[in-house]
């Protein structure tokens, strides 16, 4: 069995308001470094094969994030 992926909303996703020094707290709760934010002003993106940990989804306060 494949181990759950996290998946971006971006509809959902609001990173203009919920970024704090510039930093989705998703990218920053991420310990494995899947996720990637390029610049404060852009959204964050997955750059790698996600862990299935799902800290990225309890750190989300749009609940933007879920695992599938």
Known sequence: MAKPTAQID?????????KEKGVCPCVAACKHK?????APDEPPYQLGLCQGCALCVTACPRKAIRLL
């Open 10 to 18: 971006y509809n959902q996703c609001d990173w203009s308001q919920c």
């Open 34 to 38: 899947v996720l990637k934010q390029e």
